[in-house]
């Protein structure tokens, strides 16, 4: 038996997953709450926009995690030693980058440093760099359209350049003592192999993409006019960058001495690219050309595949478009809905003052309604509208309601709502040439909801599949090292047998996708009318409209 | 001490009045809730618009409200004796018609007719006759255009001729044995009286007005040949309806001795003329012109006077003015919202599934925030929209919600938007030069919730007051009663020693009403977007707006 590493970061938590190279199978995992901050965060009570989390908590993951997966590994599979492990794969959120000095330690982890939240990794969700990106994305829009043209045209303040300059902002002394500045998803595989000068990290162009605003194109990263003209000192740190980003069919490099003692591993063993947990969980989703991955959790994200042989154009309100971001050989496009479990949570916790056992109840009660029945039509803008709009200052909208309006039926139109959303993405890609065949499903909400799962099978009228793994992040991030480990020649081969999709299949349900088209259309009516796309809307008959097919739901009921 | 009594029919029960002339004391009262149907109301399992009442319920209703509101008003007051009452003043829900036969008898109260809904009162909330509601506002518009242009330009399914028309389509037995149809308002009085020929019945011009399409202009109700484009024999029983109809300052006859016999008062004491309950209402608020009254219950009812010597316009969107209707010798102008505590009832009963209690927590949750300061707006509409749109068929709407907008905040968008209906409603009268210096309020909630005062007058930017008295309609229907007794001269003397305001004034404060004058300005875009007034609206600003004002809220905050 040969086995691999998944080690997967998210917000609060990191895990790691060992899996059986030849048949996929998850031998023993294993979670840490990040111990600094709040849940693993670290905030700032005069300002929501921060959010920042501490590198050492980073390492510290990696040894607790990786020995504890591998001791369960043993227990429950006696056939299995950690000499079979043949190589390691890291997935993180991102952009989260980390300043550090020119030997690659990160300068929160300095005594002189560790109390300064400047200092620390700058989380995705840190928004306080809003201005910066606002400042970038006219610049870039006048000066270098295409840096943003893969972008939807919109630089974000969750990504590298803005959180760095607003640290130049704010802090120079920080950005001063930052010799570069190292993404999460890069940074720790450099830790695992031992890389001590920042300029000979292995990056990965998953996170470099649009993030740090890099194509081969254009010859890497921003150029140094365009950079001068944000900040003279953040042109001078592009020298202190990279010069090549790599897909994930490259190696990282490879697991140093030290770590290899410290998790009782094979040293030299080699370590995956780092790429972004969706994208890595893309991959433990079977991702192909002709399969759209969404990741349904607190928020959405969608990934799609081009091969690279193809032309693919700009996708308006796509963020972003990036060769190679996902799978080697093939255009990365990612999208995404900003709040998507957080909307049913809010719903059910906030409003309801409820706990998640309401949302099963509220389901239930609602779950032989037919489409359109409760007249009711909301928009999914709770946490802004990142696809199809690019626009997180957009709100929360429901209407149709009447005195006899139930929570229950708010909470589907609320779901609904979600489903409006990914057909939005889905009607947008697909437009621009991204074959979409089927959809594949990620998450706890997809494994949980069947409901969800039918309606958006209804609403998107396309086959709506679940992964098999409930840790498709860290399980991608796993086959990406059994590919690096040469297992499998290529990502078809080792997705072919290391993932799989559970046996249910949500069909589209035609008549009820007919009346899901009605409402789709009232949905972009609003849409377009509260997203700005158009100044002259006529809204007049989106109340009666909805009147009509809910009493013709009733009829029919 | 002279007194009178004022009998008030509501939709689900009726209430006596015994007041004092000489001090608007209220010395006695008593109600019955009406024992048939569902809480009064005949209903229709198969048809939720189907709301009827049986006439047997308002003679019982007499008999027992007054006999024991007589006995509290001598129990408490020994000074009191029942011959001291010198007349009686009837207000009613309307247009509430009840088919009769030739002696003035309800078909209803004979055995042939007692189990048939369509042989009873047609209750004001009766909502049937849709389709002919629509067919008589198109033949109106096409051929007599006057007959709605003080209604609108919209004939309602709650008025007179739609429901009397649909009795004759779907129950023509019915309509061939009804000799006569009589208002509610004026039926009791006329069985008070005695008066055993429909056609000799004085009818009230309030709800005559536009619910019966009656003016002196056009020489009474409809001409034969417009009826006849509905049907023949709507115009056939114009001859057995009434020529002329009568203002408050006439009395609609002399107490009966059989009555008074039953409820031990005078025999030949006058009976006021019958209105509609939130008319009497007014005047029992001291309603003169340039105080605007509101009676705030499950829905709104505004009303206003302009002395008859001035010309009044044609007031779009406002339901309807009526000369004499309200108080004799001005012009009457009636306007309202569709649900008001009903939506309140809605937020906490229905979604929050608490009870009435919760009302009183959630505004003290939010008492002390800012206007704008939820980033909410919110449409009143979720029963239709009366004033100034004149469409039922408008359902509500929130927006603005975030992933931490909580109840109480919602709870608050709801009252603000219902204070936006109402300023729109002031806004459309005061234009068409109706004078509005104060605002009084009377009904339940403006007694209980002084958060809600306050919006009120913030938004509107008017001073707002409440009514002495909790029941205000059956005090103006007593004050009525005065009048015709010949205690008073007119409605002002009377009004001015029977009706009072408590001592609390609710006044503008300047900026929040500046704050709301901008949150009014996105509302009436709303408005005027979804209610279809304009079909090219431009809405991309309203989100942002919100965001904008709810930022400066929390600075300042």
Redesign the interface.
Known sequence: MKATIGLDYGTNSVRSLVVCCETGNELGTATLEYPSGHQGVIIDAQDANLARQHPGDYLVGIETTVIAALQEAQANHPEFSPEQVVGIGVDTTGSSPIPVDAENRALAMMPEWTDNPNAQCWLWKDHTSISEALTITETAREHRPEYVAKCGNTYSSEWFWSKIWHCLNVDEAVFDAAYSWVELADWVPAQLAGISDPVQIKRGVCMAGHKALYADDWKGLPDKEFLSMLNPKLADLRDRLYEKAYDASNSAGNLCTAWAEKLGLTAGIPLAIGEMDVHYGAIGCGIDEGTLVKVIGTSTCDCGVVHADKEIADIPGICGIVKGAILPGYYGVEAGQS?VG??F??WVE????SDSSLHAKLEAEVASMKPGES?LLA?D???GNRTILVDP???????????????AE?HRALVEATAFGARAIVERIAEYGVPINQIVCAGGIAEKSSLLMQIYADVTGREMRVASSSQTCALGAAVGAAVVAGIYPDYKSATDVMTSLKDIVYKPNPEAHEVYTRLFKLYVQLQD?????T??????????D??EIKNEARKTG
């Open positions: 709040a957080d909307i949570k809010w906030v409003v309801c003052k007249g928009l803008w709770n946490n200052l957009l709100t929360g909208l429901l209407m149709g309601q009447t005195l006899h309006t139930t929570r708010i009318a509260f997203g700005g796309v100044d002259s809307a006529a809204l007049g008959n989106v109340m009666k909805l009147l």
